[in-house]
């Protein structure tokens, strides 16, 4: 669990395990390990961390010392690149999409020896003018790497400059072999593959705070969009900023109402409809959450105002709440993302 304060100055950021069948917490195994923006992947049994702006740098956790960085096992992405993401192709290739850069770094993930990059230059609109088409999350499926472009004006507040994209890339050629428009501007959630619906589905919020966006889904088979499933903000009551897809007929996310008050739903991905509501709505920042092979949610809960923050924790088959109300302290940070070595 990756915890932080963004705080002034920088902030600080650390990182505490759980252990997932008692749920004894190591906390705050390094304070100050970690940079205050980042987020983590794991691969290979080992953690990567993607440590974004004003850090720059990919990082590597090994469960096998300690959970501590072992001797050259972190690597500069470019001053100023602010990496958002690492996508791995097998152990010896992996891809790194940085938002100020218009090009994917090409990384040897076992030795983070740099191998190359790959050329987006070509997907920058024409009324960007910070040239770089803002390459975001990642997902590898069925041997083909999928890049999130979010176009957007980053001198401006980073306002949506146009819809989203998806590039899809062969890492075989390292060439762009397809791109995907989606129907929403401002595609912020990772994307996700989902064995029952078989597509890969991701939110696009528009706007924050206006009913513009959803969750749109493409079909790998053909890497074109299924409009057969799509589930707007306005049925599901605000933005999509997280979600996961449990079954075909079940899914939770975390939705931004008009109020900026965050609140955790379930939802049925193949009709669109919210079912309910499991947490919320609070006026407390809700950044991450995640799914683990044991059927549970671990929810981020940035809760500032108490001295011992923590993870939510829920069951996903009957949403029953696994810590009867109250947060699992991981340490003195709030937690901001929940990976499983499971």
Known sequence: VITANPGSGGGVGSYSTVDLLTRNVSRDIRRGGVHSDSLARVFGGRIYVVNRLNADNIQIIDPQQGFTTPTNAQVSVGNGSNPQDIAFVSTTRAYVSRLTSPSLLILNPT??????????????????????????????????????????????FFTPLARGEIVVVDPATDRVVQTIDLPGSNPISQLHFSPTLKRILISCVGNFGVNDGGIFALDP?????????????????????DFEIISSTKGFAIISDATFANALVTFNPSTGQRLGTILGPVNIFMPHLAVNSRNELYLAVRDLRTPTPGLRLFDTVNDRDLTGGQALNVGQLPPIWTVFLD
């Open 111 to 156: 030795t983070l020896q740099t191998l190359g990059t790959l050329d987006l230059r070509a997907r920058i609109k024409t009324n960007d003018r910070d040239g770089s088409p803002e390459p975001a999350y990642m997902l590898v499926n069925n041997g083909l790497l999928y890049v999130v472009l979010q176009h957007l004006d980053t001198q401006n």
């Open 221 to 241: 088979a053909t890497n074109t969009l299924d409009p057969a499933i799509g589930i707007s903000e306005a049925a599901m009551g605000g933005d999509v900023t």
